[in-house]
């Protein structure tokens, strides 16, 4: 061996835990750096799923005010619900459904729903069947086309009061429903036992109690 080989192994024997000491620390300062390193790395691909979960749920969140929920349902070819965009028209929905079914009345449907109205979330639409409108279940109010003007006043109009009570041969059964003590199982007896002659045909057909029948005479009709 060389002298200055020997110098060195030497030295080392004499500074041999100083040595160690240093080495040790070295070592240990090593690891913690690779530690440190590591762990600002995982944080930092932490911080960045957070804000793309966060983005996602604003998206899904914007998207959600976009679109409506709606149920068709009746004398369509195809009820059901559809998610519609917010914005649409009754008619949308129509086109949704697959348009009004054979069995439909048509001629009811487009005098009494108006196909550029707005439809809002949650909202239902039913189309009645033909059935429904021919049996009484639906029936269409009368009303003044005055689309471009204010209704005339008529002055010194006579007002027949029988037009204020619900009649019995031609109300719904939503029409007859708010009629004190009928509910809507005895508003669909009322229209399944028609024609009246009378408003007493309530009670000699046995449809309604002697109770009932005085609570509603004054606001019934059967003309």
């Given at each position: 061996?060389?002298?200055?080989l020997?110098?060195?192994?030497?030295?080392f024997?004499k500074?041999?835990?100083?040595?160690i000491l240093?080495?040790?620390?070295?070592?240990?300062t090593l690891?913690?750096l690779?530690?440190?390193?590591?762990?600002?790395?995982?944080d930092?691909?932490e911080?960045?799923?957070?804000?793309?979960t966060?983005?996602?749920?604003?998206?899904e969140?914007e998207?959600?005010?976009?679109e409506?929920?709606i149920?068709?349902s009746?004398?369509?070819?195809k009820?059901?619900?559809?998610?519609?965009?917010?914005?649409?028209r009754?008619?949308?929905a129509?086109?949704?459904a697959?348009?009004?079914?054979?069995?439909?009345?048509?001629?009811y449907?487009?005098?009494?729903?108006n196909?550029?109205?707005?439809i809002?979330?949650?909202?239902?639409?039913?189309?009645?069947y033909l059935?429904?409108?021919?049996?009484?279940?639906f029936?269409e109010?009368?009303r003044?086309?005055?689309?471009?003007?204010?209704?005339?006043i008529?002055?010194?109009a006579?007002i027949d009061?029988?037009?204020?009570r619900?009649?019995?041969?031609?109300?719904?059964?939503?029409?007859l429903?708010?009629?004190?003590?009928i509910?809507?199982?005895?508003?669909?007896?009322?229209?399944?036992?028609?024609?009246?002659?009378?408003?007493?045909?309530?009670?000699?057909?046995?449809?309604?109690?002697?109770t009932?029948?005085e609570?509603?005479?004054?606001?019934?009709t059967?003309?």
């Open positions: 061996m060389s002298e200055d020997l110098k060195t192994i030497k030295g024997k500074y041999k835990t100083e040595s240093i080495i040790s620390s070295i070592i240990v690891i913690s690779f530690i440190f390193l590591t762990s600002s790395s995982k930092t691909n911080i960045y799923i957070d804000e793309k966060d983005n996602s749920k604003a998206k969140k998207d959600f005010k976009d409506i929920i149920d068709v009746g004398a369509v070819i009820p059901g619900v559809y998610s519609l965009k917010n914005g649409s009754i008619n949308d129509i086109d949704r697959s348009g009004l079914s054979y069995d439909a009345d048509s001629y449907f487009y005098r009494n729903f196909l550029a109205a707005l809002y979330d949650q909202e239902k639409i039913y189309v009645p059935w429904e409108i021919t049996s009484g279940i029936v109010n009368p003044i086309l005055n689309y471009l003007s204010t209704i005339p008529i002055k010194d006579v009061k029988s037009q204020e619900t009649n019995i041969n031609t109300a719904s059964i939503d029409e429903d708010e009629l004190p003590g509910g809507a199982v005895t508003a669909q007896k009322i229209i399944q036992n028609r024609p009246y002659s009378n408003i007493e045909d309530l009670q000699s057909k046995k449809i309604v109690s002697k009932v029948f609570n509603i005479k004054d606001q019934i059967a003309n």
